[in-house]
């Protein structure tokens, strides 16, 4: 037997995937610790190697018990040569040793993989589309974490914990995570996305939210040949815009946008033109019996070559990006981020993210193995087959775990959901909660007053 704790050779068999081996061909350890060096960091042969690092992270998110007590206990499970549970705070410190540079690397890797297996398959007229959009997430009320995320300040007051403010840049169809930014909640979602538009390739589509329909986004966008597609922004008034436009059909215009003085003291950016030319659509719907309307900016100007249906089906697909916000915040559990330090939140969300398209990666293999549409396997399910899988292909032998590895895209192929266009759900609970209060003072302070 071997103490995890003096053992200096153990670290070359226990790197192995032991507790994600359906991912172990994109976490190797070759793979992670090129990455390393190449970003000049060095590190001691111990138990907690980058690549042993990077998987527990990766194997917390995805599991339901998100404990540190949990991944280690399952570390040792999978090896019976270890006699001693190593020390939580061994973890956190490999955790923090990390070069912070890792994860885009890694996130980045994942993507392009992601889009080299898939990506092909879903494009608009030979070019691809992005989605764009924003939430929020919280975290434990420490000194360090209200100092770097600070508290939110909404119509019902500010919030008890702090929360940081996330945008997320995902490639339609393959549904990646291409790039994301983690700021301060006072941060607008506008100025993250400013940061990372250099990640869009020119020629590409993106799909956003009335928020980002700014004369300035458009401008810098279509400079670059990018066709934005999003709802009027609401200060702008259609029937105005209508007025001094010109009719390309039925339900369509081109209208201009100016730039207002106001905006071009803000940017001081001299190359921004006066006005901007614009595409038109109004969308006439029923929902609850009520008629409703909706106007679409786009800067998609050929009607003939970018019909107007397309356009209304293509913005329809934008919803897809607040699934996978779902499915960061509820499936793995990034809506409340246990760490306790502004390091170990972003690296914890940056893991989320990596398990995210390693799980989404699965979903395209699976897909490209049954013939199943990729768009309606579970994500939850496919995490659930995962984790069971495994453990047995841990300890397969080789030809063994290529039928297993088969068999498991078999079976995640089977976990499909129902394709419901148009469903509502509204944000409301069923189950009535506990009436208890809320906690406003340290617990501690709440101790002494009861």
Same mark, same amino acid.
């Given at each position: 037997?071997?103490?995890?704790?003096?053992?200096?050779?153990?670290?070359?068999?226990?790197s192995?995937?032991?507790?994600v081996?359906?991912?172990?061909?994109?976490?190797?350890?070759?793979?992670?610790?090129?990455?390393?060096?190449?970003?000049?960091h060095?590190?001691?042969?111990r138990?907690?190697?980058?690549?042993?690092?990077?998987r527990?992270m990766? *194997?917390r998110?995805?599991?339901?018990?998100?404990?540190?007590?949990? =991944?280690?206990?399952?570390?040792?499970?999978?090896?019976?040569r270890i006699?001693?549970t190593?020390a939580?705070?061994?973890?956190c410190?490999?955790?923090?040793?990390?070069?912070d540079?890792?994860?885009? @690397?890694?996130?980045?890797?994942s993507? $392009?993989?992601?889009?080299?297996?898939?990506?092909?398959?879903?494009?608009?007229?030979?070019? &691809?589309?992005?989605?764009?959009?924003?939430?929020?997430?919280?975290?434990? !009320?420490? &000194?360090d974490?209200?100092?770097?995320?600070? *508290?939110?300040?909404? @119509?019902?007051g500010f919030?008890?914990?702090p929360?940081?403010r996330?945008?997320?840049?995902?490639?339609a169809?393959?549904?990646?995570?291409?790039?994301y930014?983690?700021?301060?909640?006072?941060?607008?979602?506008d100025a993250?996305?400013?940061?990372?538009?250099?990640?869009?390739?020119?020629?590409?589509?993106l799909?956003?939210?009335?928020?980002?329909c700014?004369?300035?986004? /458009?401008?810098?966008?279509?400079?670059?040949?990018?066709?934005v597609?999003?709802?009027?922004?609401q200060?702008?008034?259609p029937?105005?815009?209508?007025?001094?436009?010109?009719?390309?059909?039925?339900?369509?215009?081109?209208?201009?946008?100016?730039? #207002?003085?106001?905006?071009?003291?803000?940017?001081?950016d001299p190359?921004?033109?006066?006005?901007?030319?614009?595409?038109?659509?109004?969308?006439?719907?029923v929902?609850?019996?009520? &008629?409703?309307?909706?106007?679409?900016?786009?800067?998609?100007?050929?009607?003939?070559?970018?019909?107007?249906?397309s356009?209304?089906?293509? +913005?329809?697909?934008r919803?897809?990006?607040?699934?996978?916000?779902g499915? /960061?915040?509820?499936?793995?559990?990034?809506?409340? =981020?246990?760490?306790?330090?502004?390091k170990?939140?972003?690296?914890?969300v940056?893991?989320?993210?990596?398990?995210?398209?390693?799980v989404?990666?699965?979903?395209?293999?699976? #897909?490209? @193995?049954?013939?199943?549409?990729?768009?309606?396997?579970?994500? $939850?399910g496919?995490?659930?087959?995962?984790? #069971? +899988?495994?453990?047995p292909l841990?300890?397969?032998?080789?030809?063994r775990r290529?039928?297993? +590895? !088969?068999?498991?895209?078999r079976n995640?192929a089977?976990?499909?959901?129902?394709?419901r266009p148009g469903?509502?759900?509204?944000?409301?609970?069923?189950r009535?909660k @506990?009436?208890?209060g809320?906690?406003?003072v340290?617990?501690?302070?709440?101790?002494?007053?009861?």
């Amino acid at each position: 037997m071997y103490s995890i704790d003096t053992s200096t050779k153990l670290h070359q068999s226990f790197s192995r995937p032991v507790q994600v081996s359906a991912l172990a061909d994109f976490l190797a350890d070759e793979e992670i610790d090129i990455i390393c060096r190449q970003l000049g960091h060095s590190w001691r042969g111990r138990i907690f190697t980058p690549a042993v690092t990077v998987r527990s992270m990766v *194997y917390r998110r995805l599991h339901p018990d998100k404990s540190i007590r949990a =991944v280690l206990a399952d570390m040792v499970a999978g090896d019976d040569r270890i006699e001693r549970t190593p020390a939580t705070t061994s973890w956190c410190e490999a955790r923090s040793r990390l070069p912070d540079p890792l994860w885009p @690397k890694l996130i980045g890797d994942s993507t $392009a993989k992601l889009q080299t297996l898939a990506g092909w398959r879903y494009l608009y007229f030979d070019r &691809p589309v992005y989605l764009l959009d924003g939430s929020t997430i919280s975290m434990p !009320d420490t &000194p360090d974490l209200v100092d770097v995320f600070g *508290y939110a300040n909404t @119509k019902h007051g500010f919030s008890r914990f702090p929360v940081a403010r996330i945008t997320f840049i995902t490639h339609a169809g393959t549904e990646a995570v291409v790039d994301y930014r983690l700021d301060r909640y006072r941060t607008g979602e506008d100025a993250q996305f400013r940061t990372m538009w250099d990640r869009l390739p020119d020629e590409c589509i993106l799909l956003c939210d009335r928020k980002f329909c700014s004369f300035y986004n /458009l401008a810098k966008l279509s400079r670059r040949g990018i066709g934005v597609i999003c709802p009027l922004h609401q200060r702008r008034a259609p029937k105005r815009l209508i007025a001094d436009g010109k009719k390309l059909g039925e339900n369509q215009w081109i209208v201009w946008f100016d730039l #207002a003085s106001q905006s071009r003291r803000k940017y001081n950016d001299p190359s921004l033109p006066t006005r901007l030319c614009v595409r038109l659509i109004r969308i006439r719907f029923v929902r609850n019996g009520k &008629p409703r309307e909706l106007w679409l900016v786009t800067t998609l100007l050929d009607h003939i070559g970018y019909p107007c249906s397309s356009i209304v089906d293509l +913005y329809r697909s934008r919803w897809g990006i607040e699934t996978r916000i779902g499915s /960061l915040k509820t499936t793995l559990d990034m809506n409340v =981020v246990p760490s306790k330090t502004a390091k170990g939140v972003r690296y914890d969300v940056a893991a989320t993210i990596l398990a995210h398209n390693l799980v989404w990666t699965l979903i395209h293999q699976a #897909a490209d @193995k049954t013939g199943a549409p990729a768009g309606r396997i579970s994500f $939850a399910g496919t995490i659930k087959t995962m984790l #069971a +899988y495994s453990g047995p292909l841990r300890n397969a032998a080789p030809l063994r775990r290529e039928h297993l +590895y !088969d068999q498991m895209l078999r079976n995640i192929a089977r976990n499909r959901n129902r394709d419901r266009p148009g469903r509502i759900e509204p944000r409301l609970i069923k189950r009535q909660k @506990k009436r208890y209060g809320f906690l406003k003072v340290s617990r501690k302070e709440a101790r002494r007053n009861a």
